[in-house]
């Protein structure tokens, strides 16, 4: 089944409770909060306390992109504030196996994400320790990107050795997922899509949701 997760990174911020109303309400699987150091990436963006604030709000999964040097320092402090999903990126633990482990003791779905320029065949050894591979398909920083289109090669390849190794497990794409990029992810295999600009530029939200979902695979 194709998820939908909304990313809240293109929202006005001074509504963002209304915002993640609006997109359960409109069918958002979960909801996409990207958290940025201004190292990782050159942004800085929303951090624990917004996320604890903001959990009861909503009844909707808390999928949380962290784009931060040494996430390995702010597990507990994510999962305490109400994460559900934490996603770390490859390049940024001091430990990858570590954080997936410890996100795992906590009673946390594990993510990890690798960069458009980072090989897919590096999350391989870690796979039995995921819940979630993100692979990014655009340079994490910013949302209204366009898609880089040889990161879907990364989604194929990936799909085909999970299929391999008999492993289900879910595959993200983040960054210039539309309506006309959907259908293209989907067949390579991403059956969780973050949409920021493409969901929160639409009028219509449970439209642009449901188009996502169902955007044609062949
Ligand atoms: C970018 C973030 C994305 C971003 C996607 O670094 O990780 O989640 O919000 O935005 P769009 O969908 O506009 O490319
Ligand atoms: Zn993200």
């Given amino acids: 089944m194709i998820k939908v997760s909304p990313s809240v990174l293109s929202c006005d911020l001074s509504r963002l409770s209304d915002a993640v109303r609006e997109v359960e309400l409109a069918g ?5 909060l990207d958290v940025m150091d201004g190292v990782f990436v050159n942004n800085i963006t929303l951090g624990i306390p917004v996320i604890r ?4 709000k909503t009844g909707l999964t808390f999928d949380v992109h962290l784009m931060i040097v040494s996430p390995e320092r702010y597990i507990d402090g994510f999962i305490e504030a109400g994460a559900d999903i934490l996603t770390v990126h490859i390049e940024a633990c001091e430990d990858v196996r570590a954080a997936l482990l410890k996100i ?3 009673g946390c779905r594990a993510g ?12 391989y050894e870690y796979l039995e320790l995921c819940d979630m591979i993100l692979v990014m398909t655009v340079e994490p920083g910013f ?6 289109p ?22 993200q794409v983040d960054g210039g997922i539309s309506e006309r990029t959907a259908p293209e992810a989907k067949r390579a295999g991403a059956n969780v899509l973050v949409a920021g600009s493409a969901i929160f530029g639409a009028e219509d939200k449970s439209a642009i949701i449901k188009a996502l979902k169902t955007a044609n695979i062949e």
């Fill in 28 to 32: 958002a699987d979960m909801v996409h």
């Fill in 143 to 148: 949302g209204g990107q366009a898609l880089i």
């Fill in 104 to 106: 795992r003791e906590l």
């Fill in 150 to 171: 040889a990161t879907l090669d990364k989604v194929k390849t990936l799909r085909a050795e999970l299929g391999k190794r008999g492993l289900d497990i879910d595959i």
């Fill in 112 to 123: 990890l994400s690798v960069k458009p320029g980072t090989p897919i065949e590096s999350v």
């Fill in 53 to 56: 604030s903001l959990r009861d």
